[in-house]
Nanobody
Framework: QVQLVESGGGLVQAGGSLRLSCAASGTSFSFSAMGWYRQAPGKQREWVAHITNSGNTNYADSVKGRFTISRDNAKNTMYLQMNSLKPDDTAVYYC????????WGQGTQVTVSS
């Protein structure tokens, strides 16, 4: 059973930075693609970033140039470095892990104050 645990969320002022982590267990981590979604209050879940098992990355236009997704296969952990944060980035951030089934973490709250 794949388990994903996010951490690193919190409250930050606009312009600040946070680094989210997503630790995976119960799987051969290096074999699958992973990524992040976010959901702001009253809005639909929005895709943020994706990283393949070989390290290729893609980003939503809204975060391109500010967020960086990475993974450390030796630590079974994926990261999302978020810089130049804006109040619009406020959301619960969820990591996912792709196999035949998509697995989700429980989410971590990011709040950016203006």
């Amino acid at each position: 059973q794949v388990q994903l645990v996010e951490s690193g969320g919190g409250l930050v002022q606009a312009g600040g930075s946070l680094r989210l982590s997503c630790a995976a267990s119960g799987t051969s981590f290096s074999f699958s693609a992973m990524g992040w979604y976010r959901q702001a209050p009253g809005k639909q879940r929005e895709w943020v970033a994706h990283i393949t098992n070989s390290g290729n990355t893609n980003y939503a236009d809204s975060v391109k140039g500010r967020f960086t997704i990475s993974r450390d296969n030796a630590k079974n952990t994926m990261y999302l470095q978020m810089n130049s944060l804006k109040p619009d980035d406020t959301a619960v951030y969820y990591c996912y892990y792709n196999t035949i089934t998509r697995y989700w973490g429980q989410g971590t709250q990011v709040t950016v104050s203006s």
